[in-house]
């Protein structure tokens, strides 16, 4: 009994010590097999979408339904990569996820 | 013709009136009109130099957008605000949050509009398509200098001041020439009134004292009875010229003002009057304290006297009662007559309002009671009742 209590808790301090989010284990890790890193993506939403409440609608729709019509990345990109699978994140882990991808590289407090 | 000359029929003061009411309708539509002009040169001029600003600032809305522009592609690296001494600007997004600003003040920010002025700066609002940085509007400002705004001022100020002016010449000379056809009317008939009002004065005192000549001993009943009609008939007449002569002139003459025995003079009066009543078989009661004294104008207290002992006749009913009583203070005339309404009595003070159509008499003789009292501070009061009659109090010294 003891014992599987520590190693639950040894396995949620490696998690949290490596600072693993929900975002990071994720989108991320998916991601950095592909050449157009996820600012980019990000500030694509930002030029198409403007503010906060539509570019989270917006990534949450393309999340959730990832269609081609929908995309906003290349050409070239999708033929070689496919479309973004359907994201198998619950509801919640999404909203987090995309929450975590706007404070990260939203432009608000950070222009001087 | 001057001012004084057209009082006999009053319409003097209703010149006036008419005048007042003439001035302050046009001086009021003549506002109205410049205060509209002004308004909409005032916005002219506004949108002039709005207008001419409007370039400026596209021009500066430009350069900052492409200053955004190149911030959205390097902002991994580069994060510094593009500014320009030449403005001030501020940028928003879809849902109206401020993204960043170096606006004066950024709470006046009207995003709905595309250039206004506000707080002494000019302010241009951009809508963007492609949304760098996620900037939908952005604000451009610079100062109002108010250039503008002095210059229309004193240009409303001065060009208003002119045709204010020019206005109001023309005001004048438009009254003078409506006024002057009904001048000349009132003219002619003032001229008439007091020629005839003198004309007047010579038969009617050569009858009464022809009349008081005649020994009346000496003739039989019936030519007795119609010498006397002949005499109230020419007393009426007398009566009426001496209201007539005080309206055309008494009264804006210099009053002879001394103390004057009132006891005696309406015991005079009355006299004089019982004739007129006789007529009418009206009997006279009378309470006078004997000595009363007032300083009056006697002519002025015989024509307030007369007056009211006249309507007391003139609106009783046959064979009806004329009380008058004199204390010190107080002239009270009290009649068994026609009475009057409420609304009547506040009417009766109005000149050529009559009672009762049928009534003879020109009207006028409250009116002048009124002008009288005022004169000399007399305290007025009519109490009637219809059909049962009317009681005058005169007061003074209360």
Redesign the interface.
């Known amino acids: 009994m003891g014992r599987i209590a520590v190693t639950i808790l040894l396995i949620f301090s490696a998690l949290q010590g490596s600072g693993m989010n929900i975002y990071e284990r994720n989108c991320v890790k998916c991601h950095e097999n592909l050449p157009v890193s996820l600012?980019k993506f990000f500030?694509n939403y930002?030029?198409?979408?403007?503010?906060?409440?539509?570019?989270k609608q917006a990534l949450r729709n393309y999340l959730k339904h990832p269609r081609r019509k929908a995309s906003l990345a290349t050409e070239e990109l999708l033929e070689r990569y496919g479309i973004m699978p359907k994201s198998n994140l619950s509801d919640e882990e999404l909203r987090k996820a995309i929450d975590i991808y706007w404070d990260k590289y939203k432009?608000?407090g950070?222009?001087? | 013709m001057s001012a004084s000359n057209v009082t006999a029929t009053g319409i003097n003061r209703s010149e006036r009136i008419t005048l007042i009411r003439f001035i302050g309708l046009y001086s009021f539509l003549v506002l109205m009109i410049l205060i509209l002009g002004s308004t909409i040169y005032f916005k002219l001029q506004k949108d002039l130099m709005l207008q001419t600003k409007r370039l400026e600032l596209e021009e500066y809305s430009k350069e900052l957008i492409d200053g955004l522009k190149l911030l959205h592609i390097y902002f991994d690296r580069y994060r510094t605000y593009p500014r320009n001494s030449l403005y001030r600007s501020a940028i928003y997004d879809a849902d109206h949050v401020q993204i960043f600003s170096t606006l004066k003040d950024p709470q006046g920010v009207q995003l709905d509009k595309v250039i206004y002025t506000t707080d002494g700066v000019i302010q241009y609002i951009h809508v963007l398509d492609s949304y760098y940085l996620g900037t939908k509007y952005t604000v451009v400002e610079i100062d109002d200098d108010k250039v503008w705004f002095k210059e229309a001022w004193r240009n409303i100020l001065l060009y208003g001041g002119v045709l204010l002016f020019i206005f109001m010449a023309a005001g004048v000379v438009l009254m003078r020439l409506f006024l002057s056809p009904m001048r000349e009317a009132i003219h002619l008939l003032d001229r008439f009134i007091k020629d005839t009002t003198h004309e007047l004065n010579t038969p009617v005192s050569a009858i009464l004292s022809n009349i008081e000549m005649i020994d009346q001993k000496r003739l039989d009943e019936k030519t007795a009875r119609k010498i006397r009609r002949i005499e109230i008939g020419a007393r009426t007449i007398s009566t009426i010229y001496q209201d007539l002569t005080y309206l055309a002139l008494d009264h804006q003459i210099v009053s002879e003002d001394r103390d004057t025995d009132v006891s005696a003079l309406l015991k005079e009066r009355i006299e004089y009057f019982k004739i007129l009543g006789e007529s009418k078989k009206i009997t006279f009661k009378t309470d006078i304290q004997p000595g009363v004294k007032l300083f009056i104008d006697p002519a002025k207290l015989a024509r307030l006297i007369d007056n009211l002992l006249s309507n007391a006749i003139k609106y009783n009913r046959r064979g009806g009662t004329v009380y008058i009583a004199l204390h010190p203070k107080e002239l009270v005339i009290k009649d068994t007559g026609i009475g009057m309404e409420k609304k009547e009595i506040a009417e009766a003070f109005k000149r050529y309002k009559r009672f009762k159509s049928g009534a003879g008499g020109f009207g006028i003789g409250l009116n002048i009671v009124a002008m009288i009292a005022s004169e000399y501070n007399l305290d007025v009061k009519i109490e009637s009742k219809k059909g049962q009659g009317s009681e005058v109090f005169v007061k003074w010294d209360v």
């Open positions: 600012d500030f930002l030029l198409k979408y403007s503010s906060e409440r539509q570019v432009v608000f950070k222009i001087e």
